[in-house]
């Protein structure tokens, strides 16, 4: 039976019994080499999460507020009726339209008939061209006025929609401007709300770093919680610097629906300007002793806990800052390389 390698690390010391390796021609355990690699040079900025969508809605038509189906924290789904104003008003204004719409409908196919009459008997020379020349006009006149209200019952029709408002996008409600029963007017702030779906971080970058920014565009958000750096999806430059700080706007755009962002957190943004050379390891060779980072280095045989500065973090590899030099061997499996030490340690030089 084969038991885990971290259940053995547990049991050999109590069985007081721990592998024999004192014979083996090289470590039973796989090794990389510590080597130089071309990584991207960064400059770390701070910045501020801000939302790509955020809003204020306001009323579009006059009334006084009649239901509030959302508030501060609340979610609402796009499209969703947010608030709704009485509509007693927009809706007679509609009923009237559709009256003179009718009425409207009526005069037209009456001047639309007279003038087919007329000009039945006109190409036949039976009545004057005066005659014919009225019968077009009045026709004319009952198809404007029958346009006229159709668009009239359009416009009715679109005053009574704006007496319910609905969320523009998803998202959360920040602000609520109004109260049960309050009246409004055209152009009074509502709803204050913004969308947690697309997120952008705004830095401001030095001028001496703008240039080099600006030729790579290429950054990383760290997240706040910590944890591997978020690649910016596009990043848009301000053409202008501010003329106080001499610094330059730059929105990082983060993908779509990230998660663990809010507006106005601060965090830490890495622009690359460059690129340089840095010793790494294979993240796997990396352990953790309480806050103490190391590695477990093979050398003539014999194994070696060495502490190590670890820097960024690289897709499988880790930069390391100090305590290692290139070409030396460092174990891939620590749980192992931990036992190859004891065993060396118990055995005596």
Do not use: C
């Amino acid at each position: 039976m084969f038991l885990p390698n971290r259940l053995l690390l547990l049991l050999w010391p109590l069985l007081g019994v721990m592998p024999d390796w004192s014979g083996a021609a090289e470590a039973p355990f796989p090794v990389a080499e510590a080597k130089l690699q071309t990584l991207p040079d960064e400059r770390i900025l701070d910045g501020v999460v801000e939302a790509v969508n955020q809003s204020t809605v306001s009323a579009q038509t006059a009334g006084r507020v009649e239901t509030i189906m959302a508030d501060v924290n609340d979610f609402v789904p796009q499209g969703a009726p947010i608030i709704r104003i009485r509509n007693i008003e927009q809706r007679a204004g509609l009923d009237q339209a559709q009256a003179n719409l009718r009425e409207a409908q009526a005069r037209f196919l009456e001047a639309e008939a007279e003038y087919q009459r007329i000009r039945g008997v006109y190409e036949k020379k039976v009545v004057a061209k005066a005659t014919m020349d009225a019968a077009t006009a009045a026709f004319d006149t009952a198809k404007a006025r029958l346009e006229a209200a159709q668009a009239g019952v359009s416009q009715a029709k679109e005053s009574l929609g704006y007496t319910t408002v609905n969320a523009p996008y998803s998202g959360i409600v920040l602000q609520r401007h109004v109260q049960l029963g309050e009246t409004v007017q055209p152009g009074k702030p509502l709803m204050t709300g913004f969308s947690l779906d697309e997120l952008r971080v705004v830095v401001n970058v030095p001028q001496r770093l703008i240039v080099p920014v600006r030729k790579y565009r290429q950054a990383r958000v760290s997240p706040p919680a910590g944890g591997k750096g978020i690649a910016a999806e596009k990043l848009v430059f301000f053409p202008y610097a501010d003329p106080q700080s001499n610094v330059f706007k730059v929105r990082v755009h983060l993908p779509r629906k990230t998660e663990g962002f809010y507006p106005g957190m601060f965090v830490k943004t890495a622009f690359q300007v460059g690129d340089a050379s840095a010793l790494t390891v294979p993240r796997q060779a990396l352990v953790q002793r309480g806050e103490v980072s190391g590695v477990y280095v093979l050398r003539d045989g014999k194994v070696s806990l060495r502490q190590v500065r670890p820097g960024r973090v690289e897709a499988e590899t880790v930069e390391i800052l100090a305590g290692l030099e290139p070409g030396e061997q460092v174990a891939l499996e620590p749980i192992k390389a931990g036992l190859y030490l004891k065993d060396q340690r118990r055995k005596g030089p």
